[in-house]
């Protein structure tokens, strides 16, 4: 039965850089979720012939809000739903299944790399037709909305059974259960060579993937261990669980400690790896080696060749602004299209579906191509294994002789975090009107070259973007200031720092950017406004 539900507007449903992030008891206020959904399916308009592709990463409230999204797309006229089975599905997967069966968008109940469970982080992930999440343009329509809403509409039935898969129906919408993971697969057996990939494990290479209980799991055990032939064992963590069995499920090196463990002996195996929740961001370790997300996207670039989807060409590359200028040097050495676009996948989409771009990556360990519209964990995964499988050469050989060739750059993210909203606003604002003031200004040895805010023209559809603080220096360095736009609660400063260096290829990376990082605290002033000496986390 339809039913109509008056409610009420909250005035936070803004979306930020990937989609609406809350904490899980924010989402399960009542109305909370449901006024956001119907603010999109009123922004869409009219949904009648819509079909729309759903899934999400397992975490906790998951198996709640598909069911009320199901109720409330039969209730808006949707005409078919494609689901997970057990409504899961990574971000990777869920825009491959979006593409591949032209729908009209898809929805990933997911905030990603924060942490799940009630006390943890939920979120909604909204991509359209492209593929990709929304632009901005959309997201502002809908937060507008957000504002405006005073029912929603709901049909009252029992749950769907999405253990099954099948085909079903709810009032006149069609609704289909997938295999998660299948269609994925197959994707990835078209862009690489599974043959080769199956030899280097039977020769006996060995690997370890976390899966952080949280999506991956079910496709890394189909793919590494049952197609590829990887050890049993081999991914870790594999069975998804509503609060990620505690774990926070962000591969980077703070949240990764126990495969930073595996990897960190003499008798590790050959290759780690690890995804996030919801599958689209990817860590590359090698024995006892850290392989830097801006450099992992200039190696994956510079090897594009060996690549069956990429052999014959690509059309270009492109990196977020904070992300190390690695691939930048690469793209100059083979002579390929360069674009810098402000944080987050949705600015890559344009660049993609104009072919201007095949190869993308940002330094918040995600990398992509343009099989799909997101970044995608175990593609990169696959990516580095067929350039081990080629080369014969190790995740650290590979990358030394990698800054060899090109010089490194020296890179870390220092995060601080729980700020004031205010606090850290006030000191963007303040930092960037001091900008302009900074340019030859010398601090220790470096000079500042050019300082001003990151804007960013879409070559496609010509909108403008501002989004971060870059202050560069004369021997390259850099430093970015951005907020992040992904947190639930409170704000995040996030310091990037990058020294290049085509001699030194060998220090240690907090060393070489000491002086750095107090130069950014120092004009900033970090420490004076937020009473915070230190970062929270360093990545
Ligand atoms: C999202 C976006 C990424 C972006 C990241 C940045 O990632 O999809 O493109 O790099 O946010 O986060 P922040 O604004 O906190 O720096 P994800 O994996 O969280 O969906």
């Known amino acids: 039965m339809l039913k109509i539900v008056q409610t009420k507007p909250y005035s936070d449903q803004k979306m930020g850089t990937g989609g609406l992030r809350k904490k899980t008891k924010v989402m399960m206020q009542p109305h909370y979720f449901e006024n956001f959904i119907q603010s999109i399916f009123n922004t869409i308009g009219n949904l009648a012939g819509k079909v729309f592709v759903v899934g999400g990463d397992g975490r906790y409230y998951n198996d709640k809000a598909i069911q009320q999204f199901i109720k409330m797309a039969a209730a808006n006229g949707v005409s078919k739903l494609i689901i997970g089975q057990n409504g899961f599905l990574s971000t990777p997967a869920s825009s491959n299944i979006l593409l591949k069966y032209k729908t009209d968008g898809g929805f990933v109940f997911s905030a990603s790399h924060n942490p799940g469970g009630i006390d943890g982080d939920f979120g909604v992930k909204y991509a359209n037709e492209t593929g990709g999440q929304i632009p901005t343009s959309i997201s502002d329509k809908i937060y507008e909305s957000t504002k405006q809403i005073t029912e929603y509409k709901i049909y009252e039935s029992a749950d769907i059974d999405l253990s099954k898969i099948g085909n079903f129906k709810l009032g ?43 999506v991956t799991g079910p496709y890394a055990i189909r793919i590494f261990e049952d197609i590829l032939g990887a050890k049993k064992g081999t991914v870790i963590n594999s069975q998804p669980l509503p609060d990620f069995g505690g774990k926070h499920p962000d591969p980077n090196l703070t949240y990764a400690t126990e495969l930073l463990n595996i990897m960190n002996n003499p008798n590790s195996p050959d290759f780690g790896a ?27 670039t510079d090897y594009y060749s060996i690549i069956p989807a990429y052999k014959n060409g690509i059309y270009g590359v492109a990196k977020s602004c904070p992300t190390s200028t690695a691939v930048q040097r690469v793209a100059k050495e083979h002579n390929l299209p360069y674009y810098e676009v402000p944080t ?14 095949t190869l993308c990556g940002e330094e918040s360990f995600g990398t992509g191509s343009n099989h799909i519209r997101e970044k995608d964990g175990i593609w990169a995964i696959l990516y580095w294994l067929s350039i081990i499988a080629k080369t014969g050469k190790s995740v650290e050989e590979i990358t030394r002789e990698h800054w060899k060739k090109y010089g490194r750059s020296y890179y870390l993210r220092f995060d601080f975090e729980g700020l004031d909203t205010s606090v850290a606003d006030k000191l963007m604002q303040d930092l960037e009107a001091r900008l302009p003031k900074l340019e030859g200004k010398i601090f220790d040895n470096f000079e500042v070259s050019e300082a001003h805010p990151f804007i960013y023209n879409d070559p496609v559809d010509k909108s403008s973007t501002k989004n971060g603080l870059i202050v560069k220096f004369k021997d390259g360095s850099r430093i970015v200031y951005r907020l992040s736009g992904t ?50 986390i360093v990545t």
Do not use: C, H
């Open 172 to 214: 006149d919408m069609q609704i289909e259960v997938i295999d998660s993971v299948s269609d994925y697969v197959e994707m990835m057996q078209n862009i690489f060579d599974f043959d080769a990939l199956k030899q280097l494990f039977q020769k006996g290479f060995s690997m370890k993937f976390d899966a952080f209980n949280a």
């Open 487 to 536: 947190g639930s609660s409170g704000a995040t400063l996030r310091v990037y720092l990058e020294k290049f260096s085509k001699t030194e290829l060998d220090k240690n990376p907090r060393q070489m950017l000491d002086n750095l990082l107090a130069i950014a605290m120092e004009i900033a002033e970090i420490t004076e406004r937020t009473d915070k000496k230190e970062a929270d």
């Open 344 to 357: 987050g996948w949705k600015y890559f989409v344009n660049l993609m579906d104009s072919k201007r771009i």
């Open 274 to 300: 690890a995804n996030d929740g919801d599958g689209d961001r990817n860590m590359i370790l090698g024995r006892n080696f850290f392989v830097s997300p801006s450099d992992s996207l200039a190696i994956l």
